[in-house]
């Protein structure tokens, strides 16, 4: 892979401080209605030059369209695609900088793998010697130069994956799209395959715009995590952001490993608010909020303690339902007083200290809660 | 498992019955047109000498001749024309009506006529060919012409109009077969790749297509090649094809020479066949996808 | 600002869409004028002005002489065309069965089945009307034609057989098999329930195509002759609106047919499809 190194016109830390980031993308208040149904809100987004960026969401909240508007293939209502500083909103697919990686490949079934890598530098009307040359030299650095006269129809997933990614990459476009590139592989694959992509992508400095549900795709490969619902975007950020500090009641649940808890602001003091639930009453840092008003915040599962036998602000008595093992974590999974589901995370091969069917005493520390100052989900 | 056990005497008896019978009424019945094309001789029986005597008194006629130049080049013409128009109608159906209920209304709309005679609908084209037919009453009502034209019914042109009408959906019907099957990703990949729409379809489309055309003119040829019942009603007396030659020479009790026919128009047929399958093995049909 | 290129691809299905209407009014018109025509007045030709408008050549075909009395050709072609989608539905499913066994030979028996659809009518006609005449057999359209009928819609029926058997989710015959039942009683009470539509597919082919079977008809029908023959014959003989009466009654005819078929057909999948949820 190493033949597409020499388009990296260096990385984004190489470039001078001063000078403003160039972006690669920016998109302004993009929107895409289907009759009744809006695909995409009003969706705004800057990808600066060789950002790994995730749009992470679940089916149906506008992540795969709004792809589809950065591609050409869907013409947005409202709103502006700029490409490389260029306003490409009403541009067709073929005269945008872009290539796109389908979720089954879409390798053309009646050509061999050569020619379907070609297409691309064919389409650019390059010399026929020069074409041959350069597929070679793709073929061999994604170590597929065997399969060169094979029909699509006889290779496995991962060699398809390969051809589709050597297809897309070979004319180095500005911005690599991947709409869920790995969701038709076996999952044994998924890991080497995410690796090698990140790999390749922080060598040849190409942006990536990797559309995912799967959270510990984006978490492990993104370099800027985008979490969409419901045609709009809830939370942009780096991975740890987004895990540490979910701005919505949608983000916190959607991501592993949250403990939301809605109430209503009952008291305020010294940077703490006193909310009230229906699993209790608990202390959350903040002084924004009036009284009255109605909140959500969250609690990793990692931050809660067994308190047996201790004390803490915040607090709550649970029956254990069951525990799960998972090598390095043990997950217990509570009862909550309001009916949901409490996880409490203990790490590393400790002995059990609780089993299912007990009830314990459970806490943490208001600094460990996080209050959801975004738009209400 | 299922209700047949494989390989077993069951399922082979269960195909007898249709064997028999189309081995009975289609395959020795042809074979034997080949085998009376072949007898001399001056009665009409078994016993006559076997030679090729009727061939070449076919061959010397250079009206014969003329007539097999005839059809097979008005069947080409036919398929061109057919096969032009139905890949449009099979484009637009697949391609550009978004909404399903419109696309079986449309359909619908073309698959009707088929569950009606054909003959009835080759003779519905006798008054709109006319002197006085349909077409010239409009051409003179609009005053695109002063007087009627008359090289509409009773000619070549006017069997050609039934036709087109009759088995253009034989053409597209596969084609809409072959679209179906082409998945969107594969267009939006190619243009992703710097494809402008023009280019998606000749290199994309239409290859991914190319079996669904095949059969179709396949289906055009054979059908065009056979129907003498259109150029009977449509062309009159004044024209006739390959077929029309076979029931002319059968009026006229010449059955040997009517059999040369027969056989002739097979062999036609028997090479477009073959010469299709060169180009689409239609066994491999629906594989790679 | 630039036309967006989606708008230049509807453009496109625009002059696409017209030339489709345009051909469905191509194809349609002239059934239709037939069937205006029909109805044209006692003075009326074979072609406009219609001079008035009426039921006479309906009634001319009601009350016709012997010379072109429609009514007994038009019998013969309904019971012949019933005969054959009988035949038709009973050996198609069986030699759809046969296929489903692959037993020896199931690829020649195929290409055999595809020859009935190839091979043009008036050869296949006019070969079994010379081996009838070597064979010294009368030729008659409940006997002859009939056989050579079947020949032409029993591909038909197969090819849908196939087609709904490719379909088949035979686990269901699994479930009945290990339920205890026999291969002939898990056919009868499993299997055949659930292709029925098919079935009437198959018979709904026969039906409608030798009804309207002319090449194969003209040398193996004998002097009883069946309806498109009787109306080639009199297409011969003169043309008048009359012949536009008997196209028009039997196009009628044939788009009922399908009609009632094609809704039995639909009432038939939704139930059973509702069944299965």
């Known amino acids: 892979m190493d033949t597409l190194a020499h388009t990296a016109t260096g990385s984004p830390a190489a470039m001078p401080a001063m000078a403003p980031p160039q972006l690669d993308l920016e998109l302004r208040g993009i929107r895409k209605r289907y009759g009744d149904f809006t695909a995409v809100d009003g969706v705004s987004l800057k990808i600066r030059k060789g950002q790994f960026v995730c749009l992470l969401g679940p089916s149906g909240c506008g992540k795969t369209t709004t792809l589809r508007c950065v591609a050409g293939l869907e013409e947005p209502d409202d709103g502006g695609i700029l490409i490389g500083g260029r306003e490409v909103t009403k541009d067709p697919p073929w005269e945008r900088d872009i290539a796109m990686m389908f979720q089954d490949f879409a390798l053309f079934p009646h050509m061999s793998v050569a020619k379907n890598v070609g297409f691309g530098l064919e389409m650019l009307k390059k010399p026929k010697a020069q074409i041959a040359e350069r597929v070679q030299q793709v073929l061999k650095s994604f170590e597929i130069a065997s399969l060169a006269d094979r029909k699509p129809g006889s290779l496995s997933g991962g060699q398809r994956q390969r051809v589709a990614l050597a297809r897309a990459m070979i004319t180095e476009p500005r911005i690599l799209l991947l709409d869920e590139p790995i969701g038709a592989l076996d999952y044994s694959l998924r890991e080497t395959v995410m690796l090698e992509l990140k790999l390749l992508q922080q060598r040849t400095g190409i942006s990536f715009i990797w559309v995912t549900h799967d959270q510990n795709e984006a978490f492990s490969l993104g370099d ?78 990692e931050n809660i303690t067994d308190l047996t036998g201790e004390h803490h602000l915040n607090q709550l008595t649970a029956r254990c339902t069951t525990v799960e093992y998972f090598g390095s974590v043990r997950r217990h999974i509570f009862e909550r007083p309001d009916g949901e589901l409490l996880k409490y995370d203990q790490f590393g091969a400790y002995a059990a200290r609780i089993a299912a069917g007990q009830v314990a005493v459970l806490g943490w520390r208001p600094q460990d809660t996080v209050l959801h100052t975004g738009a209400a989900g | ?263 002739l128009l097979m062999a036609c047929m028997l090479i477009g066949v073959v010469a299709a399958m060169k180009v689409v093995d239609i066994r491999r049909l629906g594989a790679e996808r | 600002m630039r036309l967006g290129w989606k708008l230049r691809s509807n453009l496109v299905g625009w002059v696409l869409g017209i030339l489709t209407v345009a051909f469905l009014a191509y194809q349609w018109l002239p059934i239709l004028t037939l069937g205006l025509l029909s109805f044209a007045g006692p003075t009326g030709g074979t072609t406009f002005p219609m001079n008035g408008v009426s039921f006479h050549w309906y009634e001319e075909l009601w009350q016709a002489s012997v010379m072109n009395d429609f009514k007994p050709p038009l019998l013969r072609s309904s019971l012949l065309a019933a005969a054959c989608a009988l035949t038709t539905i009973v050996l198609s ?185």
């Open chain 3, 93 to 277: 499913v069986m030699a759809a069965q046969a296929m489903r066994g692959k037993f020896r030979g199931n690829s020649a028996f195929f290409y055999l089945m595809l020859l009935g659809i190839m091979a043009p009518g008036i050869l296949v006609g006019f070969g079994f009307a010379i081996m009838m005449r070597l064979l010294g057999v009368e030729l008659s359209w409940n006997t002859t034609t009939f056989l050579v009928h079947v020949s032409w819609t029993l591909p038909f029926g197969f090819l849908t057989m196939l087609a709904v058997f490719n379909r088949f989710d035979s686990r269901i015959e699994e479930a009945a098999l290990t339920l205890g039942a026999s291969r002939i009683t898990t056919f009868r009470r499993i299997t055949l329930p659930l292709i029925l539509p098919g079935v009437i597919g198959a018979g709904l082919f026969g039906f409608s195509l030798s009804y309207d079977e002319y090449p194969r008809s003209m040398f193996t029908t004998g002097p009883d002759q069946t309806l498109p023959l009787a109306v080639m014959g009199q297409l011969d003989r003169q043309l008048t609106p009359e012949i536009y009466a008997i196209g028009t009654t039997t196009t009628v005819f044939s788009l009922i047919a399908v009609l009632l078929c094609t809704s039995a057909l639909w009432a038939m999948r939704r139930s059973t499809s509702y069944r299965k949820t």
């Open chain 1, 224 to 301: 800027l995590v985008v979490v969409m619902n419901h045609a709009r975007i809830e939370q942009q950020g780096a991975p740890e952001d987004i895990l540490q500090r979910p701005a919505t009641a949608f983000v916190a649940s959607f991501v592993q490993g949250n403990n939301v808890f809605r109430g209503r602001v009952v008291q305020a003091a010294d940077g703490l608010l006193r909310v009230e639930t229906a699993a209790g009453s608990f202390l959350v840092p903040g002084s924004a909020q009036a009284i009255g008003s109605e909140v959500s915040f969250s609690v990793r599962a």
């Open chain 2, 1 to 263: 498992m299922s209700t047949i056990r494989v390989r077993s005497a069951a399922s082979y008896w269960l195909a007898v019955p249709a064997a028999i019978w189309m081995l009975g009424v289609v395959v020795v019945p042809i074979l034997l047109l080949g085998w009376v094309s072949l007898w001399g001789g001056r009665s009409f029986s078994p016993a006559s000498p076997l030679t090729f005597d009727n061939y070449t008194k076919f061959f010397a006629n250079k009206t014969y001749l003329q007539l097999v130049l005839t059809t097979v080049t008005h069947t080409v013409g036919l398929m061109a024309v057919t096969g032009v128009i139905g890949y449009a109608i099979a484009y637009f159906m697949t391609m550009k009506v978004r909404h399903s209920a419109w696309r079986l209304v449309l359909f619908l709309a073309f698959v009707v006529p088929f569950w009606t005679s054909a003959l009835i609908r080759g003779i519905a084209w006798v008054p709109f060919l006319g002197v006085n037919g349909v077409i010239n009453q409009a051409l003179m009502f609009t005053g695109a012409t002063h007087s009627p034209i008359e090289a509409f019914l009773y000619s070549r042109f006017g069997i050609s109009m039934a036709q087109a009408s009759l088995y253009t959906m034989m053409a597209a019907g596969p084609v809409i077969y072959m679209l179906n099957s082409i998945a969107p990703q594969l267009r939006e990949a190619a243009m992703t790749l710097k494809a402008p729409p023009l280019v998606v379809f000749w290199r994309i489309v239409l290859p991914l297509t190319l079996p669904g055309v095949v059969i179709g003119q396949v289906l055009v040829f054979l059908n065009v090649m056979a129907d003498f019942a259109t150029v009977a009603t449509v062309g009159g007396n004044k024209h006739a094809m390959l077929p029309n030659l076979v029931l002319l020479f059968y009026e006229g009790s010449q059955h040997r020479a009517a059999s040369v026919v027969a056989v």
